[in-house]
């Protein structure tokens, strides 16, 4: 499994926004937005585009249009906070969901809501918090029913145990984060984290 972490001055900027238990959710989503930009152009690095021409206003000369078809697949419900950097990239990618809740006490993945494109071949899943992995493998899991056989996963924090979760379960995955934090507490946050992503998102904390 490749995994690797965006060192770019702006990530670790944004990182730091979302990380300060201070920043409030419009400027939290702000600055998930921003950083969900980056790991986008991360994420998109390996795409086909096919070679043709193009006409400017001073002549001819080669020109490149996208081949891969994408589907982007948030992981409900703070996968929602990177969808529209991604959709701004690519615009003509299909959406799928997957709903899959942690449950607090056994930290197991239970799922409520799955709606994927068919067909599908390139997957880009957000999972912002990749703590246990068990949500993420599990997201993984469906799109690979779906069809998907090139599959991405982003966070933006993950945890060591996480990462492991993932090469065991699904070793045919690329996962870009912008940080591998020092682990998880006791009831299976990311540390340090921070905090829960959907909460502070959507200001339900
Ligand atoms: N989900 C979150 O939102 N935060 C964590 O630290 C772990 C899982």
Redesign the pocket.
């Known amino acids: 499994m490749n995994v690797t972490v965006l060192e770019h001055p702006l990530a670790s900027h944004y990182l730091t926004v979302l990380r300060d238990e201070t920043t409030a959710p419009a400027d939290f989503r702000r600055a998930t937005t921003s950083l969900g930009g980056l790991l986008a152009v991360e994420a998109t690095s390996g795409l086909t585009v096919a070679m043709g021409s193009v006409t400017t206003p001073m002549g001819a000369t080669t020109g490149y249009s996208l081949e891969s078809r994408v589907a982007v697949v948030p992981v409900l419900r703070?996968g929602l906070g990177l969808l529209q950097p991604f959709l701004d990239l690519l615009p003509s990618s299909a959406v799928g969901f997957v709903g899959v809740a942690?449950n607090h006490e056994s930290a197991l993945p239970e799922q409520y809501y799955v709606n994927l494109p068919d067909p599908l071949a390139t997957a880009i899943v957000l999972e912002p918090?990749l703590?246990t992995g068990g949500s993420l493998a599990w997201a993984v899991d469906a799109v690979k029913r779906a069809g998907a056989v090139q599959i991405v996963c982003i966070s933006v924090v993950a945890a060591p145990q996480g990462i492991a979760h993932m090469k065991e379960r699904h070793p045919d995955i690329r996962i870009i984060t912008a940080a591998i934090d020092e682990g998880l507490n006791d009831t299976?946050?990311?540390v340090p984290?921070l905090?829960?992503?959907?909460d502070r998102l959507f200001g339900t904390i």
Request: charged share 15%; proline share 0%.
């Open positions: 703070a942690r918090m703590a299976f946050y990311i984290g905090g829960d992503m959907g």
